[in-house]
């Protein structure tokens, strides 16, 4: 019988673990199949198009043309020129759209797209492009930040009970150092006292309860069993008085249903979504250290392929990156490895939006002290007329 309960146990612990995960790997797995549709999408409207020669582009190669040949004018003169005459100029004129819209090119502005950084080096120029990332943006900036949503739930988690965990262990090195050993068996005694009162704050146990009665206790041996029987079955049907669901009484009744049992709690699990941001309690001051920390292993590893890039444009590029600033003065000549930075760059964007979060609720409680304090401060002290 054991060796095939452990079996058992082993197939219901897989199945727990996997429906738990389940609304988690499903947020994160439709994130990437939008992002992949995109890539497909775009690659092939934007990339096959056409790029006709305008007259317009006829004249930008005489005036260049032109400029160059009276290249003995005066240098400032020669610059404002050279300047006008570039400002007039089309991106379209000297790009191939196919060396740009590539798959991982068009994957990577899809991801610029649905996580709202947008840069501005990559953009639709076809009408029916225009169109569709539109509406692409307005089903994938919402299914991006439930993706937010879901993921800081679990960072969130992962942080307070580290934070937890880091105090208690701070809390007992302090108690080990102060502690000596008067303080400690006054410690001891204190807490077995505690302990003591508390034990009769705590509900005791219907036996505990009937030997205290003294009516019980005078009682001769034979009627104090009478009663202590009829009490426990009392207190029994107490506990089984609440009515049954007309679900449960389904799966008891008929075992096919009781798959039903596994989807409700899926169910539950989609419905804690953003509940664990709101109990996270962490120190703004440590967000902000993870943040850095963050940042700087990124900003070390992506000069690697980015060669243009130190380790400051780095570090700024990625904050602009996870911040969803996104100016675009900092261009990518490879696009296809950050790529394979996707997960870092959800993370990174869970972390700022918690720090953000924490940072929201210390300044709504620094408001409401600030409005308190105003308003005791201007409130009018009642007088008391007499009658």
Known sequence: MASTSQPLRGKRACKKIFWAVFPHACFILSLVIYAFLGALMFSHIEGNRKVNLSEEYRKFLQNLWYISRNLSENEEIFKEKIHALLNTAERDWFVNPKDIWTFFGSLFFCCTVFTTVGYGNTYPVTRIGKYLCMLYALFGIPLMFLVLTDMGDILATVLSKSYNEFRKLQSKILASKLCSGSTCNKGDELKSSTQSKVGINESLTIMEVLKSQPGVKRKPTKYRNAEIFEMLIARENEHTKPARNKSIERWSSCPELARGKTMSRVIENFDKIGKQLEKLD????????????????????????????????????????????GFGDTQLEHPKFFLFFSLYIIIGMEIVFIAFKLGQDRLIGLYKKVISFCGEKKMPSKKVYPK
């Open 282 to 325: 962490v120190p703004i001051v440590l967000m902000v250290l993870v943040i850095f920390v963050y940042i700087s292993c990124a900003a070390a590893i992506l000069p690697n392929w980015e060669t243009r890039l130190d380790f400051q444009e780095a570090f700024y590029f990625c904050f602009i990156t996870l911040t969803t600033i």
